[in-house]
């Protein structure tokens, strides 16, 4: 117990912060765990629809539930209530997970314990199939997919009409620490889902790279992009691998797309911003600056948006 705990605790530290201010990092997240979790209230207990375009619901931290017609796709599923035995969630997950009767594709975007979290997966459905970036299969346990596959960047899944696409990402791999080093250039990937004239875009964690997402922008044509927004703080620090909201805003217009939706806030202490609400504070002085809040969608932890009947 003490060696998973200790995995857990230098884990965590390193995907939160990127290897630097990790002692005021823990000292923070640590005077949250007496605090109780904010609940969901009027949960949705059905949230897959039996004719819908195109739907999102936000279940908190970068798990979201993405229905493009009749084929379901879940991201980076998190429902515990910690991640590492350390740092608790702020707010509980938007649904049950029982809820959840069926999932085509589950996508992992890397394998750091808040996005490729194993107790979150054994709650699930296994009726689909799991994808992850190269390199990460041998930390997959036999969850029982139907099957569980690799997607190296530019590789496309491709069946009955879904179109799945790994894309360059700036982030970092590993799981335990000690492993970072020998996979710094894999382990981590966003996505492109494309079925039915419909193209979502995942971007998982990453930090800002200007040739990655305009070639991105290029290839595709994006109804919708899904990008984190925090941590802010520190910048210097979190720069690197973690956009900002001014930096998603940008991602957006790389991109082309036609919809922002912002993740990866409010669930966790996050770095050292200031209150969970901040991310979002700044994401939203940044659309008013750019006139675009016609564009951008802002999620409750638990709300569903139907984007296309």
């Not at 996508?107 to 490729?116: A, G």
């Not at 802002?298 to 296309?308: W, Y």
Request: proline share 6%; net charge negative.
């Amino acid at each position: 117990m003490r060696i998973v705990l200790c995995a857990g605790v230098l884990a965590l530290g390193l995907l939160a912060s990127g290897c630097g201010p990790i002692p005021g990092f823990f000292l923070r997240i640590s005077s949250q765990i007496p605090d109780p979790i904010e609940t969901v209230s009027d949960k949705i207990t059905d949230p897959i629809h039996s004719n819908v375009g195109l739907s999102v619901l936000w279940v908190g931290h970068a798990t979201l539930l993405i229905q493009i017609h009749e084929k379901v796709f879940l991201t980076d599923p998190l429902f515990t209530n910690t991640v590492g035995m350390v740092a608790k969630r702020l707010v509980e997950p938007g649904i049950e997970p029982s809820s959840v009767s069926r999932v085509d594709y589950t996508l992992i975007s890397h394998i750091h314990l808040d996005h490729f979290s194993y107790g979150s997966l054994s709650l699930l459905p296994k009726n689909g199939k799991l994808l992850l970036p190269s390199g990460s299969a041998h930390y997959v346990p036999e969850f029982g997919f139907l099957e569980t596959r690799e997607l190296t960047v530019w590789e496309t899944l491709e069946e009955d009409g879904v179109r799945v696409t790994a894309v360059p990402v700036q982030h970092f791999a590993g799981r335990y620490g000690f492993d970072t080093s020998w996979m710094r250039n894999s382990g981590f990937t966003g996505y492109v889902i494309e079925y039915k004239g419909v193209t979502v875009f995942f971007g998982g964690d990453t930090g800002y790279h200007p040739e990655y997402f305009k070639e991105i922008g290029s290839r595709f044509s994006i109804d919708v992009a899904l990008l984190l927004i925090s941590p802010v703080e520190p910048r210097d620090f979190m720069r690197r691998v973690h956009l900002d909201p001014a930096e998603a805003i940008q991602v957006f217009e790389d991109l082309h797309a036609r919809i922002l939706i912002p993740m990866h806030y409010r669930t966790f202490m996050q770095g050292f911003d200031p209150t969970p609400g901040y991310p979002l504070e700044l994401l939203r002085q940044g659309v008013e600056e750019k006139r675009i809040s016609d564009r951008v969608v802002v999620l409750d932890i638990g709300e569903q948006k139907i984007l296309k009947k």
